[in-house]
C-alpha cells in the first residue's frame, strides 16, 4: 500500500515538472544548492525560509501577506475579502504567529517547532482549536483551509502578528513572513498613521527592494470636524512621501463604515484580482527579491555569529593593544628566562654568603703597632709589673687603663676600617643585589655599629696566671681578633639570614606573579589563535558563497525534490465545541475609594479656625511671627494649586480626554501628530478671566538651540535662525532625507519663519477660541513655548491645574527636560494608553524613565487610562484587553496599578458616563486623602501651639513685682546665649554627607553608562546601515546615532540622580531643621519657634550632555577603521573602532562628569548655606519677638488685658473646637 502512495506521488511530481517552465526549475535547483549552503552553515533559519520559498514557488502559491500595527484591523480586513469571518479579532495582540489561509477541505493544521503538526478535520473555528491548543509558544504557524471563501486555488492570505507589539517574537513572526510574499500589505490604524515605527518599518521594507501597498483602516474613526478628509489623506501622503517610503498605492477602508463614501474596500478588491490575473510574472521577481533578502539576512547573521565568537575569543584580549598582541610569544619567552633566573636564587646567596665570610676572615686587624700596644698592655698585667721606686696599685692600676686605653683606641679603629667598614658597604651592595629595599635596610639594621669593642672584653681575655712571652703575646692576639671575628661574623649572619629571608619571600613573590603572567599569555596567545582560526574559517565561508552567487550553473542536478514537503502523518485531534479558555480577572478601578478616616474638621471650619485666631493674635506684642504663620497656613490651604499631568503615547487621545475632564471641548483633537507644546489649563483669577490664553512664545536663543538639535540630525548647523532657513531648503533638495519626523519639524519652521519670526521671545494673549490655530498649525505651534488657557469649570475650581506635556526623545534635549520636571513636580500623573494600542513601543520609554524616579516618589501618585473602551464589542474583548494592560504593566515594575477604563469621546453618555464619573470620583478623593488631610492637619497643630503659646506668656506675666526684674535679665541673658549658641552651629558635617551622596551617586551612574556602552555602539554601527556606499557618509550617521543616544542617557540618568539628590537634600535639611528646634526646646521648652520644611528648591540645575557637540575630529582615528563592511565586520575593525571610541569617550565625558559632580554639589551646598543663614535669621527673629513680647508683659499692664481678653474670646467661642482642651 505505501509503495504505491509512493509510486503515486513520483508520478504527481513528474507530471507537475512537464508543466513548469524551465526558469522556474533552474531558480529551484539554484536555491537548492543555496539551501544546502546555509545548512552546512548552520543557519538553519534562513535554510527554512530557502525551503518555503521552494516549496512556494514548486506549489505555485500566491501570497498576499497582511502586516502592520496590532489592532489595525488586519484580521477583520482578511475576514472581508474572504467573504467569511473566519480569523480572531482583537484589540490586543493576540496572533504570535503567522496563519495562512487557502481554499480547500475544511481543516486547520498547526505547525510547531519541536513537536508532531496537528491536524484538526472539518474544523474552520480557531476560537476551538486555540482552546484545544498546549504549548503555544512553539506554535510555528497555523494553516487554515476553507471550502467556501472567495478565493480562486493557489492562492493564499497572511495575516501576522503585530509590527508594533512590545513582544520582539511577535516583530520576528511578521518579519519572518516577508519573504514569501508576492504582494505585500501594510495595514495602519486610522489614529496612528504618522507613527515612527510606520515610517522606519516602510522605509525598511523599501531599502531591502520589497514595495508595499498601504491600507488605512477604520477610516469609520474620522471626524470631519477635527480635521477635512482630504486634509488628512494630504497629511498622510507628504508623511511617506517625505521620509522616501513611498507605498505603491494607497487604500483608505473601513469595515464598520461599508457604505461610506470615503471607503475604497471595493477599489482593494479590484487591486487584488487585477493582481491574481498577473501572478506569473509577479512571483518570478518576488522571488527573486526574496533571495537576494535571504542572502543579505544570512550575511548579517555570520557576521553577527562572527562577532559573537570574536568577542567570546578576544575577551581575554579586550584590553590588549595591536602592539601589545604583536609582542605576546616575546613577552612569554621573556619570562620564561625571569623564572630561570629566579632558580639561580640559592645560588646568589651562596656566592654573597662567601663575599661576607672572606672579608671577615681576611680583615687585618692586629698589625704589628697592634700587637706592640698589646704587648705594653699585657705587661702592665704581670703581677710583677712595677712603676719604679714610689710604685703603687694605684699608680699601676692607672697606667694598666691607660695602656688598655691606648690598645682599644688603636684596635678598634683597625676594626672598624678593616672588617665593619667594609663588611657594612658589602652589606649594603648585597641588599640591593638581593632585591631588599636598601635605604630601608640600612636605616633599619645598619645605622648603627655591627660590633662594638669594649674595653671589658679585652681585659676579660688577659689569662692572669700566663708568663709575658713573645709566645703568650701571639696567643692573645690570637684570641683578640678570634672574639672581634666571631662576634662580627654572628652579626653579619643575621642580618644576611634576614636579607636572604626577605629575598626568597620576594622571589617567591614574584615567581607566582611570573607563572600567573604566564598562565595569562599563554590564554591570551590561545585567544589570538582562535581568533586568527575564525577569521580564516570567515574568508573561506565568503568565497564560498559569493562562488554559490556567481556560478550559477545550467546543469544542476534536479535536487529540489527533496525539500519538497513530504508532510509526516500529523495526529489529528477534534475540538470540544462546548470547551471555553479562562481569563484571569483583574480589578477594575471603577469605584470610588472609600475614605481611610473621618477628618475631624473640614477645609472650610479650619479656614474659618486659622482666621478667627489670627484675628485675636494679630496686635499681640510677640506674636508677629506666629501671626503671620497662620497667615501662610490660610494661604496656602485657600490657593493651593494641585497639578495633574497627562503624559500618553501618540494619539492616545489626551486631548479628548482633557476635554472629557473639563467637560468642555477646549483643546483641538487630531489624528496627526501635533508639535509638542505645553498647553495648561489653570483656575481663573483675579488678573484672569475666564477664555483669556496666554502664549508664551519661544526666544530666538530657544529656537536656535532647537534648530540646531535637529539640524545635527541631518550633519548640518547653522548659526542663525535665518542661516537655518538655508540649510533646510539644501536638506529638502534631498529626494527621501532621512529622520522624516524630525524633518517635519524643519519644514514646519521654513514655512512659519517669516510670518511669526517677530514673536519669538513675546508674550501674547488671545481667546481660547483661537486655540486651535496655535496648536494644531505645526507652522505656528513650532514656534510656542507654551500656552496657558484660564478656564472656569468644576475642575479648576478645586485648584486643579491640569498639564498637557510635551514628550522626550534623544533629539530634543528640551522637551526631555520639560517632560522630567513636571513628571517629577506634579501632584498625580495620568497616563494615557490608547484601547486599540493598549501598551506599544511608545509606552516604553516613559516607563523606563518613571522607573529611573519612581523610588524618589513620596506616593504613587499614578494613574493609568484606558481610554476609548467604545471600540470594545463586548464586555469580554474589554475584560482582555483590561488584563493585557495590567499584565504589561506589572511586567514593567508597576505594582498594582490603578487602571480606569474610560470613552473620552462618549464621556457624557452611558454607559460611559458612569465609568468616567467613578475615574474623577477617584481622583477627586486622592487629592483629598493625600493633600488636604496634610495641610488640615499642619494648620490645626499651628492652632494649638499658638493658643499654647499665649496662655504661657499670660501665666509668666503673674510672678511677684521683685521677682520680674529677675526674671527678665534671665531671658535677656537666655536669649543672647541662645543666638550665641545657633549662631556657632555650623553643622558642616551635612555638607559633607551630600557631597559623599553626589559623588557615589555619578560613581554609579558612570559605572552604568559604560556597561551599556558597547550595546549603543553595536546598535549605531550595525549592518544593516553600514552598506559601504557611501562610507563617509555611513560612518558619521552611525557616528550621531551614537552619541545622541549616549547623550540622551545621560541627561536622563542625570536628571534621575538629580532628583535622588535633591530629596537626599531634603532629608539633610530636615535634620538640621530638627538640631536647630531641639537646641532651642533644651534651653526653652515653652519656646514656639516654626520651620517650614515642606518648601521645594526652586530654580535647580539642568543637564545637558556635550557629546552631541563633539568635535568630530576626535573621532578620526575611530572612523579610519572602517574601510567597508568586510573589513569591518570580518577582519574585527569594529573592536578597534569601539575601543578607540570608548577610549575618546573616557577622557572625554571624565572633565564633564566631573563638573557635573562640581555643579550638583555647588547648588545644593550654596543652597544649605543660604537656608542655613536663612534659618538663622527666622529663628534669631522669632525668638527676638518672643523674648520681647514677654519682657514688656511685665511693663505694660494694657498688654496683659489684652492677652488674657483674647484667650478669653478663643475658649469661649465655637469657632475653636479644641478650646476645651488647651
Known amino acids: 500500500m505505501l509503495k504505491m502512495v509512493k509510486m503515486e506521488l513520483i508520478y504527481i511530481i513528474r507530471l507537475k515538472e512537464l508543466v513548469m517552465l524551465p526558469t522556474t526549475i533552474f531558480q529551484l535547483n539554484h536555491l537548492t544548492e543555496f539551501h544546502h549552503f546555509l545548512n552546512k552553515q548552520k543557519d538553519f533559519a534562513a535554510a527554512e525560509k530557502v525551503k518555503d520559498l521552494i516549496n512556494k514557488i514548486y506549489k505555485d502559491d500566491f501570497v498576499f501577506t497582511f502586516c502592520g500595527h496590532y489592532s489595525a484591523g488586519k484580521s477583520s480586513l482578511i475576514n472581508e475579502l474572504i467573504g467569511k469571518p473566519l480569523l480572531p479579532s482583537s484589540p490586543i495582540p493576540t496572533t504570535a504567529h503567522k496563519i495562512k489561509v487557502t481554499r480547500g477541505d475544511d481543516a486547520v493544521k498547526v505547525y510547531f517547532t ?96 520589497k514595495s508595499f501597498v498601504l491600507i488605512i483602516n477604520q477610516i469609520d474613526k474620522h471626524r470631519e470636524a477635527e480635521i477635512p478628509f482630504q486634509a488628512f489623506k494630504d497629511s498622510v501622503e507628504q508623511a511617506f512621501v517625505s521620509s522616501g517610503a513611498v507605498p505603491e498605492q494607497i487604500f483608505y477602508t473601513s469595515i464598520k463604515a461599508m457604505d461610506s463614501s470615503k471607503n475604497q474596500i471595493d477599489a482593494l478588491k479590484q487591486y487584488i484580482a487585477e493582481k491574481m490575473a498577473h501572478k506569473g510574472s509577479l512571483m518570478e521577481a518576488s522571488a527573486d527579491q526574496s533571495f537576494i533578502k535571504i542572502k543579505t539576512d544570512h550575511s548579517k547573521v555570520m557576521e553577527l555569529k562572527l562577532e559573537k565568537e570574536l568577542a567570546e575569543a578576544g575577551e581575554p584580549l579586550a584590553n590588549v593593544t595591536a602592539e601589545k598582541l604583536n609582542l605576546l610569544e616575546s613577552d612569554f619567552h621573556a619570562l620564561e628566562k625571569k623564572l630561570e633566573a629566579l632558580q639561580q636564587t640559592k645560588v646568589q646567596q651562596a656566592e654573597l654568603e662567601a663575599g661576607f665570610l672572606a672579608i671577615i676572615k681576611d680583615a687585618y686587624i692586629m698589625p704589628y703597632a697592634n700587637r706592640e700596644l698589646a704587648e705594653t698592655y699585657l705587661n702592665s698585667k704581670d703581677k710583677k709589673f712595677k712603676l719604679g721606686l ?71 681575655l688577659v689569662n692572669p696566671n700566663a708568663q709575658m712571652s713573645e709566645t703568650y703575646l701571639l696567643r692573645y692576639c690570637e684570641e683578640v681578633e678570634d672574639y672581634i671575628k666571631s662576634s662580627v661574623k654572628k652579626e653579619a649572619n643575621k642580618l644576611f639570614s634576614i636579607l636572604s629571608s626577605e629575598q626568597n619571600s620576594h622571589a617567591k613573590q614574584e615567581e607566582h606573579i611570573i607563572l600567573e603572567d604566564q598562565r595569562r599569555l599563554e590564554t591570551l596567545l590561545k585567544a589570538k589563535e582562535k581568533k586568527e582560526q575564525l577569521t580564516k574559517n570567515w574568508l573561506k565561508w565568503q568565497e564560498t558563497l559569493m562562488q554559490l552567487i556567481e556560478n550559477r550553473r545550467e546543469n544542476m542536478a534536479d535536487n529540489y525534490l527533496e525539500l519538497i514537503d513530504d508532510e509526516a502523518v500529523p495526529v489529528i485531534q477534534e475540538v470540544n465545541p462546548l470547551k471555553q479558555v479562562k481569563q484571569v480577572q483583574r480589578k477594575k478601578e471603577t469605584q470610588v475609594r472609600s475614605k481611610p478616616e473621618q477628618m475631624l474638621v473640614n477645609q472650610e471650619e479650619m479656614l474659618a479656625q486659622l482666621d478667627f485666631i489670627s484675628d485675636q493674635l494679630q496686635d499681640l506684642k510677640g506674636f508677629k511671627e506666629v501671626w503671620r504663620n497662620l497667615q501662610r497656613r490660610t494661604e496656602t490651604i485657600r490657593n493651593k494649586q494641585y497639578t495633574i499631568c497627562l503624559f500618553g503615547a501618540f494619539s492616545a487621545g489626551k486631548s479628548s480626554f482633557a476635554n472629557a475632564l473639563l467637560g468642555h471641548p477646549l483643546l483641538p483633537v ?83 519663519f517669516s510670518s511669526h519670526k517677530d514673536m519669538l521671545g513675546a508674550v501674547s494673549t488671545a481667546s481660547m477660541e483661537e486655540l486651535n490655530q496655535y496648536v494644531s498649525v505645526e507652522t505656528v505651534s513650532c514656534f510656542i513655548a507654551k500656552i496657558d488657557v484660564y478656564f472656569d469649570c468644576s475642575l479648576t475650581r478645586k485648584g486643579i491645574v491640569l498639564v498637557d506635556t510635551p514628550g522626550g526623545d534623544s533629539i530634543n534635549t528640551r522637551h526631555s527636560e520639560l517632560s522630567f520636571e513636571y513628571m517629577k513636580a506634579a501632584d498625580s500623573i495620568l497616563y494615557l494608553s490608547y484601547y486599540n494600542h493598549a501598551f506599544a513601543k511608545a509606552d516604553r520609554s516613559f516607563l523606563l524613565q518613571l522607573g529611573r524616579m519612581k523610588d524618589s516618589f513620596e506616593k504613587d501618585k499614578m494613574f493609568f487610562i484606558m481610554n476609548a473602551i467604545d471600540l470594545a464589542k463586548d464586555q469580554e474583548e474589554l475584560d482582555l484587553v483590561f488584563n493585557y494592560l495590567y499584565d504589561q504593566l506589572e ?50 497643630t499651628d492652632c494649638a501651639a499658638s493658643i499654647q503659646m499665649l496662655e504661657d506668656f499670660i501665666n509668666s506675666a503673674e510672678l511677684e513685682h521683685a521677682k520680674q526684674k529677675e526674671q527678665i535679665d534671665a531671658w535677656e541673658r537666655e536669649e543672647q546665649g541662645l543666638n550665641s549658641l545657633l549662631a556657632q552651629q555650623k553643622h558642616t558635617y551635612l555638607n559633607k554627607k551630600i557631597k559623599a551622596e553626589i559623588d557615589e551617586q555619578v560613581h554609579y551612574l558612570k559605572q552604568r553608562i559604560f556597561l551599556q556602552f558597547n550595546d549603543w555602539l553595536k546598535e549605531s554601527f550595525h549592518p544593516g546601515l553600514l552598506k559601504g556606499e557611501n562610507r563617509k557618509q555611513e560612518g558619521e550617521k552611525a557616528l550621531d546615532d551614537f552619541l545622541f543616544q549616549l547623550s540622551y542617557e545621560v541627561e536622563q540618568e542625570l536628571r534621575a540622580v538629580n532628583l535622588r539628590c535633591e530629596n537626599y537634600y531634603y532629608a539633610q535639611r530636615k535634620e538640621l531643621y530638627e538640631l536647630s528646634l531641639k537646641s532651642i526646646r533644651q534651653v526653652n521648652k515653652e519656646i514656639i519657634v516654626q520651620l517650614d520644611d515642606s518648601v521645594k528648591l526652586s530654580g535647580g540645575i539642568t543637564h545637558q550632555a556635550p557629546f552631541r557637540t563633539l568635535e568630530r575630529g576626535l573621532f578620526k582615528k575611530a572612523l579610519s577603521y572602517y574601510k567597508n563592511p568586510k573589513a569591518f565586520f570580518e577582519k574585527g575593525d569594529r573592536k578597534y573602532l569601539a575601543e578607540e571610541i570608548k577610549a575618546v569617550m573616557e577622557t572625554e565625558s571624565f572633565p564633564f562628569f566631573e563638573e557635573e559632580k562640581s555643579r550638583l554639589f555647588a547648588f545644593y551646598d550654596d543652597t544649605l548655606e543660604k537656608e542655613k543663614r536663612e534659618m538663622l535669621q527666622i529663628l534669631q527673629a522669632q525668638m527676638q519677638e518672643y523674648y520681647s513680647g514677654k519682657i514688656e508683659l511685665f511693663q505694660n499692664e494694657e498688654i496683659r488685658q489684652k492677652m488674657k481678653e483674647a484667650l478669653r474670646t478663643i475658649k469661649e467661642s465655637n469657632v475653636w473646637t479644641y478650646a476645651d482642651s488647651i
Open 670 to 752: 487630531s489624528p496627526n501628530p501635533m508639535t509638542a507644546a505645553i498647553n495648561r489649563i489653570l483656575p481663573v483669577d483675579k488678573e484672569n478671566e475666564h477664555g483669556k490664553m496666554v502664549i508664551v512664545w519661544k526666544t530666538k536663543e530657544d529656537m536656535l538651540g532647537e534648530l540646531q538639535d535637529y539640524l545635527q540630525v541631518f550633519h548640518e548647523n547653522a548659526d542663525s535662525l535665518e542661516s537655518a532657513q538655508l540649510v533646510i531648503e539644501r536638506i529638502k533638495n534631498d529626494s527621501a532625507p532621512s529622520s522624516a519626523s524630525h524633518f517635519r519639524y524643519l519644514e514646519a519652521f521654513l514655512e512659519g
Open 114 to 209: 519541536a513537536k508532531p503538526t496537528l491536524l484538526f478535520p472539518n474544523c474552520t473555528d480557531l476560537k476551538l482549536v486555540d482552546a484545544e491548543l498546549i504549548d503555544k509558544d512553539l506554535i510555528k504557524e497555523v494553516a487554515v483551509n476553507v471550502s467556501d471563501i472567495e478565493l480562486p486555488t493557489n492562492i493564499m492570505f497572511v495575516d501576522t502578528p503585530g509590527i508594533d507589539s512590545i513582544d520582539k517574537a511577535h516583530m520576528l513572526a511578521a518579519e519572518s513572513s516577508i519573504h514569501l510574499s508576492d504582494v505585500l500589505f501594510y495595514v495602519v490604524e486610522y489614529n496612528h498613521v504618522q507613527s515612527e515605527i510606520n515610517i522606519e518599518f516602510t522605509k525598511q521594507l523599501v531599502d531591502s527592494g
Open 390 to 460: 714610689f710604685s703603687s696599685k694605684q699608680k699601676i692600676k692607672a697606667e694598666q687603663e691607660k695602656r688598655l686605653e691606648n690598645f682599644h683606641g688603636v684596635l678598634a679603629e683597625a676594626v672598624q676600617l678593616q672588617l665593619l667598614g667594609p663588611l657594612t658597604k658589602y652589606l649594603e651592595t648585597v641588599s640591593g643585589k638581593m632585591g631588599v629595599n636598601t635605604a630601608a635596610f640600612k636605616e633599619e639594621y645598619l645605622t648603627t655599629p655591627l660590633f662594638k669593642l669594649d674595653k671589658p672584653a679585652l681585659e676579660e
Open 891 to 940: 511586567h514593567y515594575g508597576i505594582r498594582n496599578p490603578r487602571i480606569y477604563p474610560v470613552s473620552s469621546l462618549f464621556s457624557e453618555k452611558e454607559p460611559y458616563k458612569g465609568q468616567m464619573d467613578a475615574f474623577k470620583g477617584s481622583l477627586l478623593q486622592f487629592i483629598e486623602d493625600e493633600w488636604l488631610p496634610f495641610m488640615l492637619k499642619a494648620a490645626e
